[in-house]
């Protein structure tokens, strides 16, 4: 899979691991939507960046939960860059952070709804595009916490595990047609969603893993663009944690 002249969607690119993710498939010549749902200054700034760098990118609104807003996306990137060849699942779906017993059932069905939606509705976007190219890579941004518990975090967990079955399910699926399929589960990484954990916290989990500090957005966009390109890989998810596999 060459990245260079390629197209990819990354959801929810407008900060964080999706922004870092979507310039460094800049830099190695794909064509890069942006996508995002709030915060389209942000997006913009983006899109900027990898334009002043001689790369190629647009910013394109859509709620990733959205089906309609998806496949009007689709349709739209397709229109302005061409039949998307690299699809990467990133958009964060917030969740109450609470015990089981306090849990409210609504944030813990819009949480599972919401990230296994928005994965639904990006591939079923998304794979007809790909087939047409006769071939595509995509990457589902799972968590440590999909099989590593912490205090707060059973719909996360829950969720993030569900998107770990949906890639094999796919990756068995659509393999035969050329479209590999896989996920790359980060640890604590420092971006906005990690911004108010104490740095007392984010130290200890730094000292519980073997290369002694958080992640950065650009490690985990690092990993991605390695089994974006990984021709033999699919199925697979990869931890990228620095070793630690508590967080
Ligand atoms: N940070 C960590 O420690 C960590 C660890 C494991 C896994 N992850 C996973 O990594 C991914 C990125 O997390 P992050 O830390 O980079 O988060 P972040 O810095 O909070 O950024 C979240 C991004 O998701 C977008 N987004 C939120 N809701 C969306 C929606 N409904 N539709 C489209 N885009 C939406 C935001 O867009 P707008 O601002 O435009 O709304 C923003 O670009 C998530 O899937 C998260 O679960 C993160």
Redesign the pocket.
Known sequence: MTLQGNVALV?????????AIAKALAARGAAVAV??????A??RAVVDEIIAAGGRAMAVR????DRAQVEAMAATVRSQLGPIGLLVL?????FPMTGILDYPWEGFEAKLT?ELG?AFHGCRAVVPQMLERKGGSIVA?????ARNPGWGFVA?SSA?AGLEGFVRALAYELGPMGIRVNAV??????????AQIPEQHKQAAANHTPLRRN?R?ED?AEAVVGILEAGFVTGATIPVNGGGYVF
């Open positions: 959801t929810g690119a407008s900060r964080g691991i999706g922004a996508n995002y749902f709030g915060s389209e942000a997006a859509a709620d990733a939960r990133n958009a964060s779906i917030g919401g928005a941004i799972t968590s440590g916490l996360h993030k589960a980060p640890g604590l990484t420092l971006t906005d969603a990690t992640g957005a985990i």
